[in-house]
């Protein structure tokens, strides 16, 4: 039965030639000399469009080489809260005026937890998952000691993620911020933003969604669900480059009563008032600290624009077909060499990449990176497999799957 199912599952080349996005992969840079064969990271670091290279010259020619100072004027000042609005339009669900461009994403993770925390005297519990990726769990070990508050961990399947029933008994009169990824970093699995915000607001607390993972790969509805607070990463699949800095989204109707902790005069009432003393920009300028990044959030536009130009329900159709062939190879190749599938086999609670387990794979990746097949590698095991809608095709991907499987095997 399973030979049966296996020929009638449609081959790579013919899901590429069936792929109404194919003809986007063209949009992307390609070094000569076969220096790529498969891009399996585009997770971590999304990949150049060639626009880009064109924009970016054009830039420090025309914006920056030609208007200097004036182009603070004439347009960078307000371009952290326009380049935001975008972002919020085509990949957030969100309404203007709430999303602005900022710092790194542990620098806005660290500016909106706090405010979070402050805003609620006598909620003093931070909720967050053991499995959070790193740097938002250093982030809010840093706030809890700071105000001495308490977190509370939730302990989640790690080969899913954090589902409403792991946050039973954990909320409650003192939670004061919940703070989850949307998308795991390591198994990929796909949380219900809607019923666990939900939750998290019955029990008074604030949701913060950290969507690194899925901005750009996963359609976001930050207003009808009722999130009050996300963050997340535009060097992934917004393909901002490397350090692209990070967007944060302050719901409306919270922006009044958060304070950021670290005042800076870009997010002042009047920053070129010099005034005596700190008072807060009105809205989401507010959120801002010092001068806006404008050079390294120019990359970023460009993909928000090839998104906008496609939709992003385009984006998570193919970005859903990738991971279920994706799986599919896995079984067929890696599976029977000892390997591991350790993300959700439910589409439905996927983002864009499945992580695939071996005791080789720190090996494996070495020599992978070496011939131009690129996956990352997350210790202790992991070889995550990364499917960037727009960038990544079905036989670039089973030709990755192949060189895991045949390095696996050399190795065994
Ligand atoms: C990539 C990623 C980060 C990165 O934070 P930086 O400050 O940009 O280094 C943070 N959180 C999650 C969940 C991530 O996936």
New binding site residues.
Partial sequence: MNTVQQTQRPSSAELDAADPLAAQRDAFYTPDGGQLAAYLDGN?LGRPLKATAQNLATFVEDAWGSRLIRGWDEQWMDEPTTVGDRIGEVTLGAAAGQVTIGD????M?YKLIRAAVDSQPGRDEIVVDRD??P??RFIIEGIAAEKGATIRWVASNPASGVRTTDLEGLLGERTAVVVL?HVA?RSGFLADAQAITAMVKDAGALMLW?L??SVGSVPLELDAWGVDLAVG?T??YLNGGPGSP?FAYVNASRQDTLQQPIWGWMGADNPFGMTDSYTPAQGIRRFITGTPPVLAMQPLKDMVELIAAVGMEAVREKSVKLTEHAVALAEEMLVPLGADIVSPRNTAERGSHITVDHPLFGDVTRKLWEQGVIPDFRPPHGLRIGLSPLSTGYEELELGITAIRDVLAELL
């Fill in positions: 971590s790194s994403t542990s620098v993770l959070n990726f740097t938002d990824s970093y950290d690194c993972h990463c060097y992934k990070a």
